[in-house]
């Protein structure tokens, strides 16, 4: 599986997951890959270009601007955007809700088409397609 950890979220997270799962996945942060500040809708052609990715994002702006979500909608993505409660919390509580989805996670990204996204909550156990 191929995970791109977006640039609302700390570098330090992406990195931590790609030791964890460096046998098993490819897990890089957005800014290592397009460098800062680049537009939301460049690195989704970009990398909906390359087959399917899971993006982990904070930024649930994707989800609501009608250009960016467009963009998503029609490419080879699979969007996991953590709710506003937790894109508040400490990078430890984000951690730790990534790790209680991640099985989650991986049987989503078989599952669904390219263009589907989720939110990971902070209290349940339970994904909600958005």
């Not at 997951?17 to 957005?30: E, P, S, T």
């Not at 930024?59 to 955007?81: H, Y």
Request: net charge positive.
């Amino acid at each position: 599986m191929k995970v791109i950890v977006d640039e609302n979220l700390p570098p330090a997270l992406a990195h931590s997951l790609a030791a964890l799962f460096a046998d098993l996945h490819v897990v890089i942060h957005l800014r290592d890959r397009f460098g800062p500040k680049v537009e939301d809708t460049e690195w989704i052609r970009t990398l909906s270009s390359e087959g399917r990715w899971i993006v982990i994002s904070g930024d649930r702006r994707i989800s609501r601007n009608k250009a960016e979500q467009q963009v998503f909608r029609s490419s080879n993505l699979i969007g996991f955007f953590l709710a506003r409660s937790l894109q508040k919390s400490s990078m430890t509580k984000q951690m730790e809700r990534l790790m209680a989805f991640w099985p989650n996670i991986e049987q989503q990204a078989e599952l669904v088409s390219g263009g589907s996204m989720f939110e990971i909550p902070i209290k349940t156990l339970r994904l909600k397609t958005i």
